[in-house]
């Protein structure tokens, strides 16, 4: 059963345009959660996170959403750029159970359009 | 310059070896993982190790065998007995298990087993 869901595996923007990106999960124990963005053939790199203590957190053109009640977070990119196009994927971590371990998303991949 | 370092960028092997991945931090680290990423999944848990001398298995170990002899160090051996070998392999670290933080990844080792 997999406890963190990203259940749209691909998404188009064009340039300049908002992209959203969704992730939703299972597990009431993941108190933290985070986003990573990666390219083709090379490691994740981590982009921002969230504690479940807050609703949003927000580092430049990237924004995360959090709505515990419906187990959903959200990655907000706005602008978009060309630059941005990669797979994204969502992790989550109950930290007082397992620390930094990690449960990841399927991934999504985005794709903006110049 | 810390990082992570994955040798070598792509591996080749006949079925029924054994091939050994290497997975080396600078980051002083305390914890460090093992995931395969296989086309259109996320990553998933093969072996961790939150301290030297000590791992654990993670969702998918069966086939698999790790060692963490130096803390700087992580090598994963993908054993004949490894059903679906040929996969993205990412190596990651983070500071003491049950802090807050990030992951961080190397650039991964394609295996690719004929």
């Known amino acids: 059963d997999q406890q963190v869901k990203q259940n749209s595996p691909s998404l188009s923007v064009q340039e300049g345009r908002i992209s959203i990106l969704n992730c939703d999960y299972t597990n009431s124990m993941f108190d933290y959660f985070l986003w990573y963005k990666k390219y083709p053939a090379e490691g994740p790199t981590f982009l921002i996170s969230?504690?479940?203590?807050?609703d949003k957190n927000e580092d430049g053109r990237f924004t995360v959403f959090l709505n515990k009640s419906a187990k959903h977070l959200s990655l907000h990119i706005v602008p978009s750029q060309p630059g941005d196009s990669a797979v994204y994927f969502c992790a989550a971590s109950a930290r007082r159970n397992a620390g930094n371990m990690l449960t990841f998303g399927g991934g999504t991949r985005l794709m903006v359009k110049p | 310059d810390g990082g992570i370092t994955q040798s070598p960028k792509y591996l080749f092997r006949k079925e029924g070896q054994n091939v050994t991945l290497s997975c080396e931090q600078n980051l002083n680290h305390d914890a460090m993982y093992w995931y395969r990423q296989d086309p259109g999944q996320g990553l998933r848990l093969i072996y961790y190790s939150q301290i030297v001398n000590d791992f654990q298995k993670g969702d998918i170990a069966e086939g698999y065998s790790v060692s963490r002899e130096k803390k700087e160090s992580f090598p994963l051996t993908v054993t004949s007995a490894q059903k679906n070998p040929t996969a993205f392999y990412l190596c990651?670290?983070?500071?003491?298990?049950?802090?807050?933080?990030?992951?961080?990844f190397g650039p991964g080792t394609r295996l690719t087993v004929t």
């Open positions: 990651a670290s983070s500071r003491l298990a049950h802090s807050i933080g990030e992951q961080y």
């Open positions: 969230i504690s479940s203590i807050k």
